[in-house]
């Protein structure tokens, strides 16, 4: 039986989960197709996995909340990840943060009023000979200046008003 909650759709997300839940490890993928589908993962999303698995919501919000690639908050069309490792960060790679945060008037862990930016800070993408780097979705950037910043922006809304 496929649910509706709050006007989520679970069909696609119930017959991905019928092929996969008897799989050990199998919440990690539904994890993953969850998000794909819905752009990010909600209390409802995260209580139906559990329930469609048979484990409890607690074990479900905490392999979410664990890793870093998954969100419960919606994100951005275009997910700006700034790299703070270590080759990054003494780079220069703070500064470029603090220029995304400028361009886009949010901070890491928020999405612009548009919806369609959302900025992260990440570890390490293991691209350090390209220090420092920035992420748009897939693609990589590698030896960011603050002066790029506004041309990767304007990159990001040009994609964008092709497909509008």
């Known amino acids: 039986m496929t649910l509706k909650c709050n006007n989520l759709d679970f ?3 119930d017959a991905y989960i019928e092929t996969v839940k008897t799989r050990p490890g199998a919440l990690i ?3 993953h ?10 209390e409802e ?8 698995l048979g484990i409890p919501a607690a074990k479900v919000f905490g392999v979410v909340s664990f890793y870093s690639f998954f969100s419960m908050t919606p994100k951005g069309k ?6 703070l490792g270590t080759a990054c960060f003494v780079r220069g790679a703070e500064k470029i943060r603090e220029e995304f945060e400028k361009h ?6 928020q999405t612009s009023e548009d919806g369609l930016f959302s900025l992260s800070t990440i570890r390490c993408i293991g691209a350090c000979g390209l220090a420092p780097v920035v992420m748009v979705n897939e693609k990589v950037y590698g030896r960011v200046t603050q002066q790029q910043v506004g041309e990767i922006i304007d990159e990001c809304m040009a994609k964008d008003g092709e497909k509008t």
């Open 11 to 13: 069909t696609s997300l």
């Open 29 to 31: 993928p539904v994890l």
């Open 33 to 42: 197709k969850a998000q794909d589908t819905f752009g990010f993962l909600p």
């Open 45 to 52: 999303v995260m209580s139906h996995v559990a329930k469609k």
């Open 78 to 83: 275009f997910n700006v990840n700034v790299c």
């Open 104 to 109: 886009l008037s949010i901070k890491p862990g």
